[in-house]
């Protein structure tokens, strides 16, 4: 087969719509460089109804008109006035070089106020179109191939004759396994330094690669009536989509295909059999395996796309999308499906409408399907979580006024007159308890029975997401044909940089065919496993280190606001001053820091954590992920929840106690106490700000910098009528869509589950802030997939992967946390054990509590390195105060068993013991009973899958039947002799129905 480039005759292959074709043109063999078009050409959206203008000189500036008056609408103009008018301008010999007197371009640069380069080049553009076809076409130039994969390649070094080789041998490779190529010169591009490659594969070729890759085709059209009936389903009405978005295609049941029994499928047109997805993924397939050396090397190791894009050979490679997604394609036979996902799907008037998950899937591919499709159920999840844990706050609310304790603290005759020991060394002076007023009632907000409640209710609702999304994912294996994909993935989805390290072959013992191993000695396999897992201790080792940074600045600032804030000068600010104190200003100021180290971090993981599993060489794209997934999440998990770990189980758990005090690592820090109000509340504002800081700035990110990098890219263009940028240019200039691309918004998601599971007992409104953030999330990929994105490579997945044994361990780890927080880091079972054994009234109530909790020190005992400096003691405190109070439960000074531990904490220690056993129990066998009462796999999904492998059995039986049929006929007829006798076709028809 022929190369066909971009040179062939006259044709021209920059090809203007009708309105705008003219008569006459030139082919110039040296295209000018471009020059740059200034940026008030506007936004390249507003140029694209250009054929709402007319293409008459109107559109022409005045040549006292300077360029810098450019709007869009005569930006366009311009351009289509000059595309038409300028054969008019262009001499009239046919000579293949531009032969443009000087005052001609001159004239040219006036009347447009483009530069004479500028100029040069629209002219060049703007050649005759015999065709008479669209630049937004995704057809070879006959409109009848279509474009199932383009590559592109820059050659500026006249004299690297190396990358040329490996591309014409590479081309030449693929055009021997039956692909068809077709080039675009450099002179038709943009830049004019572009060349684009577009590869269209023919029907034996797709159908030789969809009978090796076992793709499932429709045979037999569904006969299963849907006899689901929904009740009150009129009022999901105003949630969905119509039915031609939501189902794009009847149901079929389906049967891999096979090339030598094509007749056996339902193929009505060769050429859309396929849909545009499968055919993108079977030429990646091809690029991916092809060579780029000649058949005589034996160097296993030069073949593939990826190699080649490494290399620089090729600058990128990648599917069209099927049309502009603000506006349909022109042609009949082209689906507008980008155009269909923006408006039902990408756009944000939408976000109370139901994913049109069909489309999805048969536009990107069942991989980005299957994600949008658990991001949609996760959300409709975390409705009732919301629900639940906004009562819970509610609740709170409402109890605001029977908070007792806090009423004590905030008393001037009890916590007025209860004097505080320093909570630091040297720079913290003495200070009132009702000093913390505002804070406990702050506590009081999310420290309540309710949490309790909403603790044990998390426990169970995990259970019920992960239960039926398994329910929800077996249904869309069956509708999306993934049912036995595991085998497909393993057995053929080889990853191409696996195949060129192996040099062996070994018997598959089930499938009795030779297969491609990896030789690895236990010397080189042991060492890269202790460089692989020694990295990953490092890096977590690393992050431990930042977090004790942060622990220390926490230590040493508190100190300082401490001796600032101890005149109050805060409390001048009307309406936030009473509230901000020395711990709450360093737990802030502390959790930006630590947020701001996380986001750091995350940049280096991702290289760290790919380096390590491309050393280990996994076998297929599926083992690859899962190893890449499960190196990242231990990074993530240290990285994000380390800091809230040590807020929820160590701050304030090693003390000591006045005189006695514990230090960090033998310095002079001492160890955290926690804030007056209890560790709770400063493990919320924790929570709050790593958690809504990573969504907002991942929002931000995920929208503003593909945006942002693509109108730069772009920039050039803006100027440039649609009829003159073609479609693979259009796609040429976004953002391609990483191999990671897909990875990072499943580690976003389950970080995000982390926090709303693991630490929701400190914080019910965390499901509520997932809601909204979830709401947007799913719209923010969606348009960003759709409109600054090149369009991916299809690819298959029948789960989640990796992701969900890590869901389900987080479910489990999240009982226990939930329950230790409730235990250790809440007040809750203190209060409970005092009203229930230490009230001294006998009465039910909570009177005394905080006199109660709190013990005595003779400050005369405190040390002189312990003791506050005289300047730094409040004005009211003088010597006549000899006793200060802590928060533990120690005998008095002067007790026998003086500053140790009383009878009542032992009796705390137990209840919360009893306690965590107790809920963690009573949750897990929750948890369990509903995890057997619901079955993974819906019962009318199990029909269908059963019906139809016993239809393909049927169905191919009488299809040989058949066959055997028609041949033995044909062979009778040549024949003279008796014909044989053979068995009866009814009797082979009632045997295939007892298959």
């Not at 009740?231 to 090339?259: C, G, Q, V």
Request: hydrophobic letters at 40%.
């Amino acid at each position: 087969m022929h190369r066909i480039t971009g040179r062939a005759g006259g044709d021209s292959l920059i090809e203007m719509s009708p309105t705008d074709s003219f008569n006459g043109g030139y082919d110039f063999m040296t295209p000018p460089e471009p020059a740059g078009v200034s940026s008030d050409c506007g936004d390249p959206d507003d140029i694209n109804d250009y054929n709402q203008h007319s293409s008459t000189g109107t559109g022409y500036l005045q040549q006292d008109q300077p360029e810098s008056t450019l709007t869009p609408h005569v930006c366009v103009e311009t351009c289509e006035s000059l595309a038409t008018s300028l054969a008019s301008l262009a001499p009239s010999d046919h000579s293949d070089s531009p032969q443009f007197e000087p005052q001609t371009l001159e004239r040219i640069s006036t009347l447009t106020g483009f530069s004479r380069k500028r100029a040069l080049f629209l002219k060049f553009r703007s050649r005759i179109d015999k065709q008479q076809q669209s630049k937004d076409s995704v057809f070879f130039r006959d409109g009848v191939r279509r474009i199932d994969f383009v590559l592109s390649y820059v050659d500026e070094k006249e004299g690297d004759r190396k990358q040329e080789e490996k591309r014409k041998i590479y081309e030449a490779n693929l055009v021997k396994v039956g692909l068809e190529l077709e080039t675009e010169d450099k002179s038709e591009s943009d830049d004019g330094k572009t060349y684009f490659v577009k590869i269209h594969a023919p029907w034996e070729v797709l159908a030789t690669y969809a009978d090796v890759l076992k793709i499932k085709v429709p045979f037999k059209a569904n006969d299963i009536p849907d006899n689901k009936e929904i009740p009150m389903n009129w009022l999901s009405t105003p949630f969905r989509l119509p039915e031609h978005i939501m189902h794009p295609e009847p149901d079929y049941f389906t049967a891999p295909f096979n090339k030598s029994k094509s007749d056996f499928y339902l193929i009505d047109d060769k050429d859309t059999f396929f849909p545009p997805s499968t055919r993108n993924r079977i030429v990646y397939y091809i690029l991916s395996r092809c060579s780029y050396v000649r058949d005589e090397c034996v160097d296993r190791d030069k073949k593939g796309i990826k190699r080649l894009l490494n290399n620089g050979a090729y600058t990128a490679a990648f599917p069209l999308h099927d049309c502009r997604y603000w506006k349909r394609s022109s042609y009949a036979n082209c689906e507008s499906e980008r155009y269909d996902l923006h408006k039902y799907w990408a756009s944000f008037c939408c976000f109370f409408k139901e994913q049109p998950l069909n489309l999805i899937r048969k536009y990107y591919g069942e991989k980005i399907g299957i994600y949008f499709a658990w991001l949609g159920f996760y959300t409709e999840m975390l409705l009732f979580a919301a629900v639940v844990g906004t009562l819970c706050f509610v609740y709170g609310l409402l109890t605001y006024d029977e908070n007792e304790w806090s009423k004590e603290i905030c008393r001037e005759d009890i916590g007025g007159k209860i004097v505080m020991c320093p909570l630091c060394d040297k720079k913290c002076g003495y200070w009132k308890l009702n000093s913390t007023c505002n804070s406990s009632w702050q506590s009081h907000l999310f420290d309540n029975v309710g949490t309790v409640f909403f603790a044990i209710f998390m426990g169970i609702w995990v259970t019920l997401f992960l239960e039926f999304w398994k329910r929800r994912q077996a249904r869309l294996e069956y509708e999306w044909d993934l049912v036995d994909f595991e085998e497909e993935q393993q057995q053929l989805q080889l990853r191409p940089e696996y195949e060129t390290k192996c040099t062996n072959r070994k018997l598959n013992r089930i499938t009795q065919e030779m297969e491609l191993v990896l030789k690895r000695t236990p010397t080189d396999l042991m060492g890269k496993l202790f460089i692989c897992w020694a990295t990953v201790m490092l890096w977590i080792s690393l992050i431990i280190a930042c977090i004790i940074g942060v622990i220390a600045y926490r230590l040493a600032v508190y100190a300082a606001f401490a001796s600032i804030m101890k005149d109050s000068p805060t409390s001048q600010l009307h309406v936030v001053g009473p509230y901000i104190t020395p711990q709450l200003a360093t737990s802030v100021t502390a959790s930006c820091i630590n947020f701001i180290i996380i986001m750091i971090l995350n940049l280096m993981y991702e290289r760290v954590a790919i380096w390590i599993t491309d050393m280990e060489i996994p076998k297929t794209h599926l083992e690859y992920e899962n190893k890449l997934t499960v190196k990242m999440f231990l990074f993530q998990f240290v990285n994000y929840y380390s800091s809230c770990f040590y807020v929820a189980f160590f701050k304030g758990k090693f003390v000591g106690y006045p005189g006695n005090y514990a230090y960090m690592f033998g310095s002079k820090l001492r160890n955290e106490e926690c804030d007056p109000g209890g560790c709770l509340i400063e493990l919320t504002t924790q929570l709050v700000i790593v958690m809504t800081g990573k969504q907002v700035w991942g929002n931000i990110q995920e929208a503003l910098v593909p945006w942002l990098m693509n109108w730069w890219g772009s920039r050039k263009a803006r100027c440039h009528p649609e009829s003159l940028y073609s479609r693979w240019e259009q796609d040429h200039d976004l953002q391609p869509f990483g191999q990671l691309g897909l990875f990072q918004e499943y580690l976003e998601m389950v970080i995000q589950f982390g926090f709303i599971t693991l630490f929701v007992a400190s914080f019910p409104l965390a499901p509520l802030l997932a809601l909204f953030n979830n709401i947007i999330e799913v719209r923010v990929d969606a348009w960003k997939l759709t409109t600054q994105f090149r369009r991916p490579v299809a690819a298959k997945a029948h789960s989640i992967g990796a992701w969900e044994e890590i869901l389900n361990g987080m479910a489990v780890l999240s009982v226990v946390t939930n329950a230790f927080i409730v235990a250790f880091t809440s007040d809750m079972i203190p209060r409970l054990v005092y009203m229930y054994a230490y009230q001294p009234d006998g009465q039910m109530n909570m009177k005394g509590y905080i006199d109660n909790s709190l013990s005595m020190f003779n400050i005369s005992a405190i040390p002189l390195d312990n003791r506050p400096d005289d300047e730094e003691n409040p004005p009211w405190f003088n010597s006549s105060i000899t006793i200060c109070r802590y928060r533990d439960y120690r005998y008095p000074p002067g007790h026998e068993k003086e500053y140790h531990h009383t009878m009542q904490f032992w009796h705390i220690l137990a209840a919360k013991l009893a306690f965590i056993i107790i809920m963690e129990h009573v949750v897990f066998v929750v948890k369990f009973f509903v995890a057997w009462m619901i079955p993974d796999v819906p019962s009318d999904v199990k029909a269908r899958v059963k019906r139809e492998r016993y239809l393909v059995q049927e169905y191919l039986h009488n299809y040989e039947v058949e066959k055997l049929k028609i041949q033995l006929s044909k062979n009778c007829d040549d024949c003279t002799c008796t014909p044989m006798i053979y068995p009866s076709l009814p009797k082979h028809e009632v045997l295939s129905e007892c298959l």
